[in-house]
């Protein structure tokens, strides 16, 4: 019962604050969350090899 | 700012990328993957150093930490910043009527969306140049002798990996938000501080007086360094109390409880359906209407008018306050400072280290804080109802919408709105105050791993809504029919 109020209420609590509407969002350009992650991946590889190469990392 | 003005800028902020939304419902298990993977992404991005940066530098950050999620001199220094103070400054945009959207229609609330992505992008680079340019991330001159560059290089390369791991934490966040559980802002917020708890409770490194930090190996520090006559003073007990932890121990406990008990205090209403006789539910308003958010609102303020303070201070401009270290020890800045446990505020503790510091100072401090939050939750609690769709008019459409009526009441959203606003203001206005004065209880006595109050009722605040959206979940699971019910696609 009175499930309304829940709808709008439940995004906001969760996001700390944040409003968002990402229902009704649209964009020219999608990307999948599986990109999100590989390109993660792959600027943290980057950059620790770039600190490895100059022996930055692990810096004792 | 005209919301025409903004239309106009529409079709730009369209162009950028967004994480594709699930086209189907998706399944428990693969939301809870997701939420996993994007968190142990978020530790190892936490873990990679950024290139070039020198060990001197200063994390501007230090102190905010707690809601700011990130981690000091890691390629996501910047944390979730850039995505709090973006919404903020839209959100108070809205609230005051200055940029004028009725965020209770789609396209309005596209515009928004739009517009709170693109200003999170201006937001991660405004935020990147102070770091930077305003000599707290200092390029490392070693490196740069190596490559055979100027420092100037070294700066770019430091700018262009803080930008991109703000944007990379933008889109982290849009995952979990979309095929995870709850959102990435709160996921970064309860991990930051749990990790703090954690390392709080059972840190064996000692600080500068060879005292174990976290609580449990200070305990065993005390039993063996002193004696029952040493700790049975009023010096001794007070020691124990304010060092040895027991008081953060005690709100970190407390603060546990009443957040929880709060949360889950409601005003209930009556309500009966219109057409099915002997149908009857209730309309929950929480007591704590618009929960913590307003706190986060106000310290993310003075975290800002913070910075603004250090990056003058070290400028050469004295007049707002002289800073040590990233704290303010006079000056406006220090009484607008948020106060941080104990340390921050026992004056025989504050004036070891700042003797020049008088009590009636610190006692202005702290009730020019007090004032601040009290006032500031009462206010960003009434601009949150009124934007976010928990206002009485709102809700009362909404009551009216699903059939359901107060039982003795004309049918009619008007009148359910006169009804609802004898409620709703007040219990804004005894929230956002409620939760204002609690966050001055825990900021005064401080929390385990020095998190501030803040950041644990945000903490404790979110993982309870997260455990009521798990709970929603699971039931969705079992029932299917339940989902349609309970509004998910």
Known sequence: ?60 | MEDTLLRSFQPYFERLPTVARPKRYVPFKEKFMWTVIILVLYFVLSNVPLFGLSPQSIDLFEQYRAFFAGKSGSIIALGIGPIVTASIILQLLVGAGVVRLDLSKPEDQRLFQDTQKFLVFIMVVLESLPQIYGGFMQPDPALATKLGVGLGVIRLMLLIQLVIGGILILYMDEVVSKWGIGSGVSLFIVAGISQAIITGVFNWKVDTRGIPIGLVPKWAWIAQNMNAQQILTSSGIKFLLVEGGILALISTVLIFLIVIYAESTRVEIPLSHSLVRGARGKFPLKLVYASVLPMIFVRALQANIQMIGLILYRKGIEIFGVYDGTRPISGIMYYLSPLRGPFTWMPSIVQRAHPEITTWQIGVHILIDTVILIAGGIIFAIFWTETSGMGPKTVARQITRSGMQIPGFRRDPAVLERFLKRYIPKVTVIGGAIIGILTVIASLLGTIGNTSGTGLLLTVSIMYKLYEDLAKEQAMEMHPVLRKFLGAE
């Open chain 1, 1 to 60: 019962m009175a499930k309304g109020k829940k709808k709008t209420q439940a995004p906001l609590m969760s996001s700390a604050g944040i409003m968002r509407y990402y229902e009704v969002e649209d964009s020219a350009i999608k990307v999948s969350p599986k990109s999100i992650v590989i390109l993660s991946l792959v600027i943290a590889v980057l950059v620790i090899a770039l600190n490895a190469y100059y022996q930055l990392w692990p810096r004792v």
